[in-house]
């Protein structure tokens, strides 16, 4: 149990300190978020845990194919401000494109 509250504040911290920089420096915030610092940490945390390669080596190429099928939860913004959409239907589009993007991720990594 201890080990976990470890990971949930560490991993709060992380989001938190990025949501605050936001406010002040966005484009900061944007590029600590888009490195794979969750990625990382939890592949740390996962192989600690559970001593188990195969499984560690299985869940980091999970992480692999799912990067990119995430990043379609960004494509309604970046057509938001052209299209004149709102942020409450971008917003509900991003999450509609990671649906459709989990279930991509479900097929392709059903493939190794």
Do not use: C, D, Q
Not at 21 to 46: N, Q
């Amino acid at each position: 149990m201890f080990f976990f509250i470890v990971k949930v504040l560490i991993s709060s911290m992380i989001i938190s300190l990025a949501s605050w920089l936001s406010l002040k420096k966005p484009a900061l915030a944007g590029f600590l978020i888009a490195l794979p610092l969750m990625s990382i940490i939890a592949i740390f945390f996962s192989y600690n845990e559970h001593r188990n390669l195969e499984k560690t080596i299985m869940f980091s190429k999970s992480i692999l194919v799912g990067i990119p099928i995430s990043l379609s939860f960004f494509l309604p913004f970046f057509f938001a401000k052209s299209l004149g959409l709102g942020f409450y239907f971008t917003y509900s589009l991003g999450i509609i494109f990671l649906i459709i993007g989990f279930f991509i991720h479900k097929f392709i990594t059903s493939l190794f």
